[in-house]
């Protein structure tokens, strides 16, 4: 699975967008961008999840580059429960394979 | 729909002991993937289980092994317990069909080796 690159932490303020970046520059073009968050001490909870399209669904936004080398995981409107560390994982469709967890982003929602 | 359950929710041991970590897959998932988490650090991958066999290991010494059983439910059992061993232990269900299988998490098992 290619590995991907994240800031190790970001501030946002409360109400506004949350915007967290995520290079994967070596993706194979059978490869999902999965996003997890996991606050602390608790089990990592399952985001979100493209391929070349970007996805919406009732937590968060992803928008993934044309060329497919980087992304964006958007929270449109940030509340301090959302203070989590962010993991941006690539991995193979089709296949049942693990997850290869990195660093993530350490967001803080600011009051 | 309930979600993926695991017990107990912290454990001591001490150094030399056996453990035994459980846990219960999502409704309607049939793969059971196991994870490490050291203190400050990303999980790290154990193993998988699916149909009642191992389907990928990581890299971890044969002490730690583990089941799943006919209802999907899964054990993880770690032999002659080391203090590197303290860490929180997540287990993952999925459903293996189609292009995508996503991993839905436990709350994790805490576990203190003194």
């Known amino acids: 699975d290619a590995k991907t690159t994240q800031p190790p932490s970001m501030d946002c303020a409360e109400g506004r967008a949350a915007n967290l970046p995520c290079n994967h520059s070596?993706?194979?073009?059978?490869?999902?961008v999965y996003w997890y968050r996991q606050i602390h001490s608790q089990g990592p909870q399952y985001i979100i999840h493209?391929?070349?399209n970007n996805e919406t669904n009732e937590m968060a936004s992803l928008i993934i580059t044309e060329d497919r080398k980087s992304s964006t995981l958007i929270l449109p409107h940030a509340t301090l429960r959302d203070t989590a560390v962010y993991y941006c994982?690539?991995?193979?469709?089709?296949?049942?394979?693990?997850?290869?967890f990195g660093s993530g982003t350490q967001l803080t929602v600011l009051p | 729909e309930t979600g993926v359950t695991q017990s107990p929710t912290h454990l001591i041991k001490t150094r030399g002991q056996q453990v035994t970590l459980r846990c219960s897959s999502q409704?309607?998932?049939?793969?059971v993937s196991w994870y490490q988490q050291a203190l400050g650090q990303g999980p790290q991958f154990i193993f998988q289980?699916?149909?009642?066999?191992?389907?990928g290991r990581g890299n971890f010494p044969p002490r730690f092994s583990g089941l799943q059983f006919p209802n999907y439910s899964s054990e993880l059992n770690v032999n002659a317990l080391e203090l590197d061993d303290s860490a929180l232990y997540l287990c993952?269900?999925?459903?293996?069909?189609?292009?995508?299988?996503?991993?839905?998490f436990g709350p994790g098992t805490r576990l203190t080796v003194l």
């Open positions: 993952a269900s999925s459903h293996r069909q189609g292009i995508t299988d996503t991993q839905y």
């Open positions: 289980y699916y149909r009642e066999e191992e389907n």
């Open positions: 493209g391929l070349k």
């Open positions: 070596t993706i194979s073009g059978n490869e999902y």
């Open positions: 994982i690539v991995r193979v469709g089709g296949s049942a394979r693990q997850l290869t």
């Open positions: 409704s309607g998932h049939n793969t």
